[in-house]
């Protein structure tokens, strides 16, 4: 008899790195499932491809009646909570919703983990933003954090939940620390995919200029599909742990505009505005991470370098913009 497929859940199915969690998962040979909210205008765009092959059930994170109902009833031996408001510009705006959701809502999961089974093993996304301000670089897990948006804080309680669920009660608790993570399935609300996408219309004469922030602000990017191998690693240890996931290099909003426009053969200076505007409030200046840690005890690695990931951007974007083209 070959052993039963095991089953993961995964909150934030129809996101980014929900989306690619869910193909790895079904490429391991479990059963995936994913948990929606009701919505007018739900997107099943990203996971369109595979959603024949997955479970797809109502629930909230704000309802922790509903996250019992689903755990009882799907009994999932992982647990993936990749569901948040996760727009830190969103986060100004609506402080008190992303408060209830990333990081109350990580406590209404774990809880319902303690009570239908606490066998279950569970990630939680953290994020490099719980740095903020940042008191070292490169960032490691025992750097101390600093958000620096309501995003940041609410993140930064979820985090630390986590460890206080597995502290007090002995679950398989983990936290990937994730720094920025791109591909062409980034919401157009990520200054990547904002880029990217105006790359893409302008090369096509549909747009002129993008307006964007600040340029001299740097991030570690990295590409969506490979970090999402590190949550499903972490979750594979005997013993549950938190890791920064991240690529260790750096590079401004400047460079990134660069790269990306000189990959659709466009010089970047003639384009890009820079608006006052889209300046955050409170920002957050030399986001770079140091994943040994993660690479030395998951065996984790990336595979797809910066310009790689920004050229696919734009070519997946500039097919998108001939098709809108299209009479």
Not at 249 to 267: I, K, P, Q, W, Y
Request: charged share 20%; net charge negative; glycine share 8%.
């Amino acid at each position: 008899m070959s052993a039963m497929p095991r089953t993961a859940l995964v909150t934030g199915i129809t996101g980014q790195d929900g989306s690619y969690l869910a193909e790895l998962l079904l490429s391991k040979g479990y059963e995936v499932v994913g948990v929606i909210r009701r919505s007018s205008t739900l997107n099943f765009e990203r996971i369109a491809h595979i959603q024949d092959r997955l479970t797809l059930l109502s629930g909230d994170l704000l309802d922790e009646a509903s996250l019992l109902s689903i755990l009882k009833e799907t009994r999932p031996q992982e647990v993936y909570n990749l569901a948040a408001q996760s727009f830190v510009q969103a986060s100004f705006l609506q402080p008190v919703l992303t408060g209830e959701t990333t990081a109350l809502g990580v406590t209404r999961m774990l809880d319902a983990i303690r009570l239908v089974d606490p066998e279950i093993r569970f990630y939680q996304a953290s994020t490099s933003e719980m740095f903020g301000k940042v008191q070292e670089v490169p960032q490691r897990e025992s750097t101390p954090f600093y958000p620096r948006s309501p995003y940041g804080v609410a993140k930064l309680y979820g985090h630390w939940i986590t460890v206080n669920y597995r502290e007090s009660y002995g679950l398989h608790a983990s936290s990937g620390i994730l720094f920025n993570h791109e591909s062409p399935r980034r919401g157009l609300e990520f200054v990547t995919r904002k880029v990217s996408y105006a790359v893409a219309r302008i090369k096509m004469g549909l747009q002129e200029k993008v307006s964007l922030g600040n340029l001299d602000a740097h991030r570690d990017w990295g590409y969506a599909g490979d970090f999402v191998n590190a949550m499903w690693l972490m979750l594979q240890q005997d013993a549950p742990g938190d890791y920064v996931v991240a690529t260790g290099t750096t590079h401004s909003v400047g460079h990134l505009c660069e790269v990306a426009f000189a990959h659709a053969g466009l010089d970047w200076h003639d384009h890009v505005v820079v608006d006052p505007k889209l300046v955050r409030p409170a920002e957050v200046d030399y986001l770079v991470g140091d994943s040994t840690m993660a690479r030395e005890i998951l065996g984790w690695n990336t595979e797809v370098g910066f310009e790689e990931l920004i050229g696919d951007m734009v070519d997946a974007d500039i097919a998108l913009a001939k098709i809108q083209l299209r009479p």
